[in-house]
């Protein structure tokens, strides 16, 4: 009865238990190892060196079977499906059967959330240092001398402050993302009308349009007057227009911004147009990722640290909406999204 149970448990583990003699033939292997390894023959009575291939495990196996020490061994390995396990190797002796227990547990997604995370470090620290280095590099010339001058004094304290702004808004969309992430910042649902949000929005970049020669348009038509309205966080969506419009600025050099609404079914529609520089079909799929931009160097002199578009996604999924892009490079970008009506 116990030994019926066993054999249950560990037909059922979410981790492969392969067991092994010493004359390195698989005495039991659980279902669990039969599909990491790939192997869909019966495993028992087969040689071990005929199902996996990994050298490392080949030699840990060998190593543990032979040592007099009786110790136990973990290595990482790779499965068939390039998935990353980590291994245990027990060596057993029971009743004068010798052999090796070999427990395998997938860390897969554990190896890859660590991996997101270092990066993420990386990036914060690379993007904080970065004007730090410029504040701390001003403002110790102005003390090593440099205050006598107004004009120098000026100049520089514009640079420091500039530097101090960018900070801020980085730690601000740091924040916001964060908080995106983990739910802490429920959405305030109320009926809005999305022309007067973008009407809104469009008025705090013409001054920027204009200096940079560019047209901004809403595109409007009969459908446009009688939008209904959609169900959405006023602030939150204002967040993803503006953003859409800086990037579509930022990005273009001449020609001109659309931005029209339009109605398909139960969704609306609001794509963001420009006839800019346009984003390479390999970057199209990882644009939405935190700090991923095409040009790092072109981005960073824009003030740009590729969190707008990361925040943006957040936005619109909460709101159960859908984003995407269509772009081609030297003629410009569509970013469209869409929200539920009713
Ligand atoms: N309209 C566009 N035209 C061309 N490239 C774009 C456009 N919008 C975004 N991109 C590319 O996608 C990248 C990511 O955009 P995102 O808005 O996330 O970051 P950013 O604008 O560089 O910085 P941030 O928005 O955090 O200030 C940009 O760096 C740019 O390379
Ligand atoms: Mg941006």
């Known amino acids: 009865m116990k030994e019926q149970l066993l054999e249950v448990v560990v037909k059922e583990m979410q981790q492969g238990v392969v067991i092994i003699n010493d004359k390195g033939l698989i005495l039991y292997a659980n279902p669990f190892f039969q599909e990491t390894f790939a192997v869909n023959l019966p495993l028992k009575g087969i040689n071990f060196t005929e199902v996996v291939e990994d050298a490392l495990l080949l030699n840990t196996v060998e190593t543990v079977l032979s040592s007099e020490t009786g110790q136990s061994k973990e290595i990482t390995i790779k499965g068939k499906g390039n998935q990353i396990l980590e291994a245990r190797l027990i060596p057993f002796s029971q009743n004068g059967l010798n052999g090796v227990i070999g427990f395998f547990h997938d860390v897969t997604e554990e190896k890859r959330v660590e991996a997101i995370k270092r990066d993420f470090v990386a990036n914060v620290s690379h993007e904080l240092r970065t004007p730090l280095a410029s504040i701390k590099g001003y403002a110790e010339t102005l003390l090593d001398g440099g205050l006598e001058d107004k004009g120098v004094l000026k100049n520089f304290l514009t640079i420091i402050d500039r530097h101090a702004n960018r900070m801020t808004a980085l730690i601000e969309d740091l924040l916001t ?31 920027q349009a204009k200096d940079k020669g560019i047209e901004l348009i809403i595109e409007s038509g009969e459908t446009y007057r009688e939008l209904p309205k959609v169900m959405g966080d006023r602030v939150r969506l204002e967040q993803v227009i503006v953003n859409l419009i800086d990037n579509a600025i930022k990005y273009t050099n001449k020609g001109a911004v659309r931005i029209s609404v339009r109605i398909l079914d139960n969704l609306m529609q609001v794509d963001v147009t420009d006839t800019g520089i346009g984003i390479p079909e390999k970057d199209l799929l990882r644009i939405f990722e935190r700090f991923y931009r095409v040009d790092k160097g072109r981005s960073r002199e824009l003030g740009g640290t590729g969190l707008g578009l990361a925040i943006v996604k957040h936005i619109i999924h909460g709101h159960s909406g859908k984003i995407r892009v269509n772009s081609n490079p030297g003629e410009g970008t569509t970013f469209s999204f869409t929200l539920p009506i009713n």
């Not at 009926?191 to 008025?203: A, C, F, H, K, M």
């Open 177 to 207: 993302l964060s908080m995106l992430e983990s739910h802490q910042i429920p959405m305030k649902f109320e009926p809005l009308d999305i022309r007067v949000l973008i009407t809104n929005v469009i008025q705090g970049f013409e001054k």
